[in-house]
């Protein structure tokens, strides 16, 4: 089946900094990728949409200048985390979407926790 | 906002059908519903997903009534490894899954 790796998997940083991480779609093309964030105990929040060679389109309430996404190649997306804030800490799952076909496959997650 | 409703949570004994009930009255015609779970702490899983007709599949059955504004789960023979919130959304083609609240499925020995 489709695979989607993340890295890290974890990463902890100091507020101010600034942080990257990794969406991978291993053995297949995604046109599309998505990036959600999940509280404690809360439900996956969309928080936007990005195209391949494109813009991506942030959620409502979702900070573009601060929530950085590139999505260069087919295969990779990366979410910037910029001047990163203690609330800012959460779980943080991509999802990859085929060229073809519906189905969105997600990723492992990436903890982030800002100190 | 999630256009699905769900029980916050069900209890199901191991070995036993675990069946999971999804309400989505306003759904049109386009829309399929699709359900995942997710284990804690982990990215959700694709469980199956249909758009009229009931489908089966390795994990599961999707049972979905004639008027579509509802839907069951069925997971034929649950086990411990079947606990985590299973969620149902409803989407149209191409567009992002959007998550409700889900419901979380004990299942016990």
């Known amino acids: 089946g489709a695979v989607v790796s993340q890295h890290p998997s974890w990463v902890i940083c100091k507020s101010g900094t600034s942080v990257k991480i990794e969406c991978r779609s291993l053995?297949?093309?995604?046109?599309?990728m998505f990036w959600y964030r999940q509280f404690p105990k809360q439900s996956l929040m969309l928080m936007a949409t990005?195209?391949?060679?494109?813009?991506?389109?942030?959620e409502q309430g979702v900070e573009k200048d601060k929530f950085l996404i590139n999505h260069a190649s087919l295969t990779l997306s990366t979410l910037t985390v910029t001047s990163a804030h203690p609330e800012d800490s959460s779980f943080y799952i991509c999802s990859a979407k085929l060229a073809e076909g519906y189905e969105q496959y997600f990723g492992p997650g990436t903890r982030l926790t800002v100190t | 906002d999630a256009k699905t409703t769900q029980p916050t949570s069900m209890d199901c004994a191991e070995g036993r059908a675990a069946n999971l009930p999804c309400n989505h009255s306003?759904?049109?015609?386009?829309?399929?519903v699709y359900w995942y779970r997710q284990i804690h702490s982990q990215g959700p899983q694709y469980i199956i997903h249909?758009?009229?007709n009931n489908e089966t599949n390795e994990m599961a059955s999707l049972i979905i009534t004639e008027d579509r504004k509802s839907s069951t789960l069925i997971l034929p023979h649950a086990t411990l490894r079947d606990t985590a919130v299973y969620y149902c959304i409803v989407r149209g083609a191409g567009t992002a899954l959007i998550f409700g609240k889900g419901t979380t499925l004990s299942v016990s020995s």
């Open positions: 249909g758009l009229k």
């Open positions: 990005s195209n391949e060679g494109s813009k991506a389109t942030h």
């Open positions: 306003t759904i049109s015609g386009n829309e399929y």
């Open positions: 053995d297949f093309q995604a046109t599309t």
